[in-house]
Protein backbone atom coordinates (compact mmCIF):
# COMPACT_ATOMS: atom_id res chain seq x y z
CA UNK A 1 0.00 0.00 0.00
CA UNK A 2 1.15 3.33 -1.28
CA UNK A 3 1.47 5.99 1.45
CA UNK A 4 -1.04 9.42 0.08
CA UNK A 5 0.13 13.12 1.56
CA UNK A 6 -3.03 14.39 2.99
CA UNK A 7 -1.29 17.82 3.65
CA UNK A 8 -1.09 19.89 0.55
CA UNK A 9 1.92 22.31 -0.39
CA UNK A 10 -0.43 25.72 0.29
CA UNK A 11 -1.29 24.05 4.06
CA UNK A 12 2.10 23.38 4.95
CA UNK A 13 3.07 26.63 4.08
CA UNK A 14 0.09 28.43 5.74
CA UNK A 15 1.36 25.89 8.71
CA UNK A 16 4.86 27.43 8.69
CA UNK A 17 3.87 30.94 8.37
CA UNK A 18 0.76 30.87 10.78
CA UNK A 19 3.05 29.18 13.18
CA UNK A 20 6.07 31.29 13.35
CA UNK A 21 4.26 34.11 13.29
CA UNK A 22 3.09 33.06 16.59
CA UNK A 23 -0.23 31.93 16.29
CA UNK A 24 -1.58 29.03 18.72
CA UNK A 25 -2.03 25.31 16.69
CA UNK A 26 -5.77 25.80 17.70
CA UNK A 27 -6.45 28.49 15.63
CA UNK A 28 -4.37 27.10 12.92
CA UNK A 29 -6.29 23.95 13.59
CA UNK A 30 -9.63 26.10 13.49
CA UNK A 31 -8.34 27.71 10.03
CA UNK A 32 -7.70 24.72 8.15
CA UNK A 33 -10.50 22.58 9.36
CA UNK A 34 -8.60 19.95 11.06
CA UNK A 35 -7.49 18.50 14.43
CA UNK A 36 -5.43 20.38 16.50
CA UNK A 37 -3.41 16.99 17.14
CA UNK A 38 -2.94 16.90 13.70
CA UNK A 39 -1.45 20.70 13.62
CA UNK A 40 0.86 19.71 15.93
CA UNK A 41 1.71 16.40 14.66
CA UNK A 42 3.01 18.12 11.21
CA UNK A 43 4.40 20.53 13.24
CA UNK A 44 6.91 18.02 14.88
CA UNK A 45 7.75 16.72 11.82
CA UNK A 46 8.18 19.55 10.07
CA UNK A 47 10.81 20.18 13.04
CA UNK A 48 9.32 23.88 13.27
CA UNK A 49 10.51 25.59 15.63
CA UNK A 50 8.88 29.55 17.03
CA UNK A 51 10.45 32.30 16.41
CA UNK A 52 8.02 34.24 18.47
CA UNK A 53 6.19 33.29 21.53
CA UNK A 54 2.86 33.52 21.35
CA UNK A 55 0.94 36.38 23.42
CA UNK A 56 -0.97 35.02 26.38
CA UNK A 57 -4.36 34.54 26.48
CA UNK A 58 -6.88 36.65 29.25
CA UNK A 59 -7.49 33.48 31.11
CA UNK A 60 -3.60 32.60 31.36
CA UNK A 61 -2.88 36.33 32.16
CA UNK A 62 -5.81 36.49 34.83
CA UNK A 63 -4.47 33.07 36.23
CA UNK A 64 -0.83 34.20 36.59
CA UNK A 65 -2.06 37.55 38.69
CA UNK A 66 -4.12 34.93 40.45
CA UNK A 67 -1.02 32.96 41.28
CA UNK A 68 1.14 35.87 42.03
CA UNK A 69 -1.60 37.42 44.68
CA UNK A 70 -1.80 34.49 46.70
CA UNK A 71 1.93 34.29 46.85
CA UNK A 72 2.47 37.24 47.84
CA UNK A 73 -0.75 36.89 50.60
CA UNK A 74 1.10 33.47 51.69
CA UNK A 75 3.90 35.68 52.25
CA UNK A 76 3.00 38.29 54.18
CA UNK A 77 0.64 36.05 56.62
CA UNK A 78 3.85 34.34 57.39
CA UNK A 79 5.66 36.99 57.82
CA UNK A 80 3.13 38.91 60.43
CA UNK A 81 3.28 35.59 61.92
CA UNK A 82 -0.96 35.10 61.73
CA UNK A 83 -2.78 32.19 63.26
CA UNK A 84 -3.96 31.06 60.26
CA UNK A 85 -0.48 29.70 59.23
CA UNK A 86 1.06 28.75 62.81
CA UNK A 87 0.66 25.06 62.64
CA UNK A 88 -1.29 23.43 65.55
CA UNK A 89 1.14 21.49 68.37
CA UNK A 90 0.09 17.88 68.25
CA UNK A 91 -0.39 16.69 71.94
CA UNK A 92 1.62 13.51 72.24
CA UNK A 93 -0.57 12.05 74.76
CA UNK A 94 -4.53 11.38 74.71
CA UNK A 95 -6.26 12.78 78.07
CA UNK A 96 -8.21 9.99 79.17
CA UNK A 97 -10.78 10.31 82.09
CA UNK A 98 -10.19 6.44 83.61
CA UNK A 99 -13.63 5.28 84.51
CA UNK A 100 -14.47 2.22 86.52
CA UNK A 101 -16.29 0.17 84.11
CA UNK A 102 -19.80 -1.00 85.03
CA UNK A 103 -18.78 -4.96 84.31
CA UNK A 104 -22.15 -5.43 82.43
CA UNK A 105 -23.23 -8.52 80.99
CA UNK A 106 -24.00 -8.74 77.56
CA UNK A 107 -27.79 -8.94 78.42
CA UNK A 108 -27.55 -6.07 79.96
CA UNK A 109 -26.83 -3.80 77.44
CA UNK A 110 -29.71 -1.98 75.97
CA UNK A 111 -30.27 -1.05 72.66
CA UNK A 112 -31.96 1.90 70.40
CA UNK A 113 -32.49 2.23 66.94
CA UNK A 114 -30.00 -1.28 66.49
CA UNK A 115 -26.87 0.64 68.65
CA UNK A 116 -25.93 0.07 71.92
CA UNK A 117 -26.58 2.59 74.20
CA UNK A 118 -24.31 1.50 76.38
CA UNK A 119 -20.23 0.89 75.80
CA UNK A 120 -19.27 -2.57 74.55
CA UNK A 121 -15.69 -2.38 75.11
CA UNK A 122 -15.01 -6.19 76.64
CA UNK A 123 -13.54 -5.45 79.97
CA UNK A 124 -11.89 -9.08 81.28
CA UNK A 125 -10.17 -11.72 79.71
CA UNK A 126 -12.93 -14.34 80.35
CA UNK A 127 -14.56 -14.23 76.56
CA UNK A 128 -17.03 -17.26 77.72
CA UNK A 129 -18.71 -14.87 80.36
CA UNK A 130 -17.64 -11.12 78.75
CA UNK A 131 -18.38 -8.15 80.79
CA UNK A 132 -18.54 -4.70 79.33
CA UNK A 133 -17.67 -0.89 80.16
CA UNK A 134 -21.30 -0.18 80.23
CA UNK A 135 -20.85 3.97 80.12
CA UNK A 136 -23.01 6.55 77.84
CA UNK A 137 -21.87 6.03 74.27
CA UNK A 138 -20.45 8.73 71.93
CA UNK A 139 -23.39 9.45 69.46
CA UNK A 140 -21.55 7.53 66.12
CA UNK A 141 -20.14 4.91 68.00
CA UNK A 142 -20.29 1.95 70.07
CA UNK A 143 -17.95 3.06 72.70
CA UNK A 144 -17.28 5.86 75.70
CA UNK A 145 -15.21 8.70 74.97
CA UNK A 146 -12.48 6.72 77.50
CA UNK A 147 -12.45 4.06 75.02
CA UNK A 148 -13.52 5.44 72.27
CA UNK A 149 -9.88 7.53 72.44
CA UNK A 150 -8.00 4.24 73.15
CA UNK A 151 -9.41 1.99 70.15
CA UNK A 152 -9.76 4.85 67.20
CA UNK A 153 -6.67 7.62 68.88
CA UNK A 154 -6.33 10.36 66.78
CA UNK A 155 -3.96 10.52 64.00
CA UNK A 156 -0.32 12.05 65.51
CA UNK A 157 -1.52 10.46 68.73
CA UNK A 158 0.88 8.46 71.49
CA UNK A 159 -1.56 6.55 74.07
CA UNK A 160 0.09 6.81 77.27
CA UNK A 161 0.16 3.26 79.35
CA UNK A 162 -2.99 2.09 81.15
CA UNK A 163 -4.11 4.59 83.28
CA UNK A 164 -5.13 2.71 86.96
CA UNK A 165 -8.59 2.72 87.63
CA UNK A 166 -10.04 4.82 89.93
CA UNK A 167 -12.37 3.42 92.16
CA UNK A 168 -15.63 5.38 91.81
CA UNK A 169 -17.77 5.79 95.04
CA UNK A 170 -21.56 4.18 94.96
Known sequence: MRWVETWSQEQRDLLKTKW??????????????????AVCGKIDRLKLSRSVKPPPTESELQARKDRIREKNTERMRKRRGSVAFKPKPIPR???????????????DLTMKDGRPVECRFITNDDL?????????????????????LKLQPPRGWIAPAMAPKIAVAA
Open 128 to 148: TDARYCGHAVDSETSWCPHHR
Open 93 to 107: EIPMQCLEPLNLALA
Open 20 to 37: EAGVTAQAIADELGISRN
